[in-house]
């Protein structure tokens, strides 16, 4: 590698060894890397630190440590009035682990907004790949049969690093995530991790902490992995007790 961010991963490069991610740019935000490949250790050690790749179809692959980090603590999700009233009336139904290429394929679909996917047919394989070997999670969100929300992301130990998210009814993508941040309390995880603050996020509870803080939790609480393979739901969670 080179000396100084962004640092260059040479082809064939196998030590799946990162910059320390304190050393990422400010400008662009957390930009650390360039390079290397999207094979499972490689993502999963990049997670471990911090670190998530990022990168349209005509980039190499990037990756990111922005500082500060928004996270959501699952023990601390803001549910609004309204949210709380759509959640107890049951009109969704949540599962996990039960479509994940389909909530993946809804994620990478182009937006209202007309803007591209950075989900390209390459990371889309490559999270299917670890969705294979336990690492990688959906949450589907169900109306009538039909999926209308969900989301996905990987998980080490104690830490959910969100991905992506999709909906296509409104608050199904919340509902969705509503209901894994209470699964995950009931299976005392320590944090969710959704890299860049926004609007939609920050309404769920989102906020910002800063990189290093970020990282100790990551330290804290990565090694734990009593939990990989196909999740579901806790029936004794029903919807009426929001």
Same mark, same amino acid.
């Given at each position: 590698m080179n000396n100084?961010?962004?640092?260059?991963?040479?082809?064939?490069?196998?030590?799946?060894?990162?910059?320390? @991610?304190?050393?990422?740019?400010? &400008? !662009? $935000?957390? #930009? +650390? @890397?360039?390079?290397?490949?999207? &094979? !499972? $250790?490689? #993502? +999963?050690?990049a997670y471990r630190q911090g670190i998530f790749?990022?990168?349209?179809?005509?980039?190499?692959?990037?990756?990111?440590?922005?500082?500060?980090?928004?996270?959501v603590f699952p023990d601390r999700i803001k549910i609004s009035k309204s949210l709380r009233k759509t959640l107890r009336q049951g009109r969704f139904s949540v599962t996990l682990d039960r479509s994940f290429e389909a909530v993946l394929s809804a994620c990478a679909a182009p937006r209202r907004s007309g803007s591209g996917t950075w989900i390209?047919?390459?990371?889309?394989?490559?999270?299917?790949?670890?969705?294979?070997l336990g690492f990688a999670h959906s949450v589907e969100c169900w109306q009538d049969q039909q999926l209308v929300g969900g989301l996905y992301g990987v998980a080490l130990g104690r830490v959910f690093f969100g991905e992506s998210?999709?909906?296509?009814?409104?608050?199904?993508?919340k509902v969705a995530f509503a209901q894994l941040a209470r699964q995950l309390h009931a299976w005392?995880?320590?944090l969710i991790d959704c890299q860049v603050y926004s609007s939609h996020l920050a309404s769920l509870g989102a906020l910002t902490i800063a990189r290093s803080e970020f990282v100790n939790h990551l330290d804290r609480h990565c090694?734990?992995?009593?939990?990989?393979?196909?999740?579901?739901?806790?029936?004794?969670?029903?919807?009426?007790?929001?």
């Open positions: 100084q961010a962004p640092f260059w991963i040479q082809p064939g490069d196998t030590s799946l060894t990162f910059p320390d @991610a304190g050393l990422a740019l400010r &400008e !662009p $935000d957390g #930009l +650390l @890397a360039i390079g290397g490949d999207l &094979e !499972p $250790d490689r #993502l +999963l050690s790749p990022w990168y349209s179809a005509d980039q190499p692959i990037l990756w990111w440590s922005p500082d500060p980090r928004t996270v390209t047919p390459t990371m889309a394989a490559a999270y299917i790949r670890l969705h294979k998210m999709f909906s296509r009814v409104s608050d199904s993508s005392d995880f320590a090694d734990r992995s009593d939990l990989q393979g196909p999740w579901s739901l806790d029936p004794r969670m029903p919807h009426q007790d929001w």
